[in-house]
């Protein structure tokens, strides 16, 4: 059943938690993919299998966890090790299905900058940086974003290159021999963007109530609009129940 009272940022976390599928070991980072994965496994993907970077493995939380190396990460979980083993055995050896990620900017390649706004030795602003976002996009089976679509958000090409989407397009990926597939999809407040065949991110939904002008107003670059042929169903009462009782009560994420 849909649900017409859900916030913008509300709209993005049950779309990214529809991407998921029941048994994905998905790379879990922190704040809204968080909750989107929390929320996946709470409906349609209840054998979802999360990994999180300090060096948890089938985490099961009782509430939202505020960090990757949050103590309620471990009860219940299938196994705790190290942060190395997480990304040597899991990670490079292909053991991850999904690495969901966020960004300050998304270029129109699915390239990711985490580091700073403006010029490198004299940046507008300092950003937190790669984590492990870097390892995650080069070798996760596919990867998802999400971010709210916003013009400074989704430049033609990022300030700084974070973690890699699909570099200039086209074949490049393969030739520097990432294993991972790369973004398989950016979900904004506007709508999904989806690589076409040459990488470059093209807008292929909308969200209820969004216009594909909206999205093409957003984008920093010309972004091809022809293949939006969708709109999106929109939250249901028990996932907005979720989110808003069981994972994020306080609105740490949701305010």
């Not at 960004?103 to 984590?131: C, E, H, M, W």
Request: glycine share 10%; net charge neutral; hydrophobic share 35%.
């Amino acid at each position: 059943m849909g649900n017409t009272n859900y916030t913008s940022t509300e709209l993005m976390i049950v779309n990214a938690a529809r991407l998921l599928r029941d048994g994905d070991v998905v790379f879990v980072g922190v704040g809204l993919p968080n909750l989107a994965c929390n929320l996946a496994q709470r409906t349609h993907a209840p054998n979802l299998q999360m990994i999180y970077e300090a060096g948890v493995i089938g985490a099961r939380p009782a509430r939202l966890p505020l960090s990757i190396g949050d103590p309620t990460l471990v009860s219940g979980a299938a196994s705790v090790c190290s942060m190395y083993d997480i990304f040597t055995f899991y990670l490079q050896r292909g053991n991850v299905d999904v690495g969901f990620l966020g960004g300050a900017q998304i270029d129109k390649f699915g390239n990711i900058n985490a580091t700073v706004i403006g010029d490198y030795a004299q940046p507008k602003t300092r950003l937190p940086g790669s984590g492990g976002s870097r390892e995650i996009a080069a070798w996760a089976n596919r990867c998802y974003i999400i971010t709210p679509h916003q013009k400074r958000r989704f430049p033609e090409s990022v300030d700084f290159q974070t973690s890699a989407g699909f570099f200039s397009g086209h074949d490049e990926r393969a030739r520097l021999r990432l294993r991972g597939k790369g973004p398989q999809a950016v979900v904004t407040d506007i709508g999904i963007l989806q690589p076409d065949d040459t990488g470059e991110l093209v807008l292929t939904a909308v969200h209820p109530g969004r216009t594909v002008e909206e999205a093409a107003a957003n984008t920093g670059w010309d972004l091809q609009c022809n293949k939006c042929q969708k709109v999106t169903d929109p939250p249901t009462t028990d996932e907005i129940r979720i989110l808003r009782q069981d994972l994020d009560p306080e609105g740490i994420y949701l305010k």
